[in-house]
């Protein structure tokens, strides 16, 4: 069964940094690429990062680069999103997603990390 | 960038059809997912590559794609349906992916 379990969220004052993490199994972790995607409260899913398999190619939105950078160790089938600089706006859930069969189709997703930016 | 564009919210009898559209530019030349997302709950996979089902979505949820439209369509609705829905595509030229705004399937 494919499981992927998000860490590392929590409270952080503006400017703060956060490093979260997602656990991978069931899955040749090294084979597939690899997202994160947040959500505001009530608002839609927001597109972050994606990382292919081997990590070679690594793409950000346009909101977060500079800020965010995701990362991946297939050795320890962990997938990961440093926050820096954080603000207010960044407050959300915050998951990640594997593609399957085919480009950014997000197959399985974590259950999520709350991120909350404030003073 | 690329914008995708749902309605904010759709309204559905139980056993009616529900239409879900997403609207860009050309996205007929796009391969377009749809993700239902349920309070509280991550996001699920419910159509991929514009017409394609992941194992275990039933078969009512359906799609399609054409000039600048591409639709979900989710025939006899049922009160379990009642869930944001949201479009997505990958972005070739920008390397984005790139969501749509969610429709909210309101089943009455």
């Known amino acids: 069964e494919v499981q992927l379990v998000e860490s590392g969220g929590g409270l952080v004052k503006p400017g703060g940094s956060l490093r979260l993490s997602c656990a991978a199994s069931?899955?040749?972790?090294?084979?597939?690429?690899m997202n994160w995607v947040r959500q505001a409260p009530g608002k839609g899913l927001e597109w972050l990062s994606s990382?292919?398999?081997?990590?070679?190619?690594?793409f950000h939105a346009d909101s977060v680069k500079g800020r965010f950078t995701i990362s991946r160790d297939n050795a320890k089938n962990s997938l990961y999103l440093q926050l820096n600089s954080l603000r207010a706006e960044d407050t959300a859930v915050y998951y990640c997603?594997?593609?399957?069969?085919?480009?950014?189709?997000?197959?399985?997703w974590g259950q999520g990390t709350l991120v909350t930016v404030s003073s | 960038s690329y914008v995708l564009t749902q309605p904010p919210s759709v309204s559905v009898a139980p056993g009616q059809t529900a239409r879900i559209t997403c609207g860009g530019d050309?996205?007929?030349?796009?391969?377009v997912h749809w993700y239902q997302q349920k309070p509280g709950q991550a996001p699920v996979l419910v159509v991929y590559?514009?017409?394609d089902r992941p194992s275990g979505i039933p078969e009512r949820f359906s799609g399609s794609n054409s000039g600048n439209t591409a639709t979900l369509t989710i025939s006899r609705v049922e009160a379990g349906d009642e869930a944001d829905y949201y479009c997505?595509?990958?972005?070739?030229?920008?390397?984005?992916?790139?969501f749509g705004g969610g429709t909210k399937l309101t089943v009455l």
């Open positions: 997603a594997r593609d399957v069969v085919t480009m950014a189709a997000h197959g399985n």
């Open positions: 069931g899955f040749d972790f090294s084979k597939d690429n």
């Open positions: 990382i292919s398999g081997s990590g070679t190619f690594i």
């Open positions: 050309n996205i007929e030349s796009e391969s």
């Open positions: 590559d514009d017409t």
């Open positions: 997505q595509v990958w972005d070739s030229s920008s390397h984005h992916v790139v």
